[in-house]
């Protein structure tokens, strides 16, 4: 089975990031479009962030950007 899209936060249970987990489903043969999700605003972090390519919404989320913003990715 296969997600159409992944809603992923950034930040997981110790060191793991949401990236990491994107990053893995690639590498697994899933590619369904990604959006991460992060409250996160320290500038090293958001960097990381840029370097990933995948949308960044930003904490708190209005459920009508956050359904913009996956429909958006699944039409890319």
Known sequence: LRPDAIVVDYRLRGELTGAQVVEALRAAGCSAP?????????????????????????????GERLIATVLEAIDA
């Open 34 to 62: 990604a959006v991460i999700v992060t409250g996160d605003a320290a500038p090293d972090r958001l960097q990381q962030l840029v370097q990933t390519g995948l949308p960044v919404l930003h904490k708190p989320v209005q």
